[in-house]
């Protein structure tokens, strides 16, 4: 139980970040490839937190993953803003 608890608390430390680049990249380079990015994200971090229900070792593979996820949001969000504020 306390596993579930520590996941849970884990996944809304993420929640902002996850909103803000979500939003920006939405707004400022495309929204269905974002869209894409963020369902893909939102997945693997269900699947990160049936993997530690049944083992520690079991979220590894899902918390990589939605790592890789934040930083394409990252990456997204940044080449959208370029483009909007340097190319008129």
Do not use: D, K, M
């Not at 070792?57 to 990252?74: E, F, I, N």
């Amino acid at each position: 139980f306390s596993s579930l608890v520590l996941t849970r608390a884990n996944c809304s430390e993420y929640f902002p970040i996850f909103i803000s680049l979500l939003w920006v990249a939405g707004i400022f380079f495309h929204q269905g490839v974002t869209a894409v990015c963020g369902l893909l994200y939102l997945y693997t971090r269900l699947r990160y937190f049936q993997g530690y229900a049944v083992a520690a070792q079991g979220r590894l593979g899902p918390l990589y993953a939605s790592a890789w996820l934040l930083w394409v949001l990252v990456g997204l969000a940044l080449a959208g803003l370029l483009a909007h504020f340097l190319w008129p």
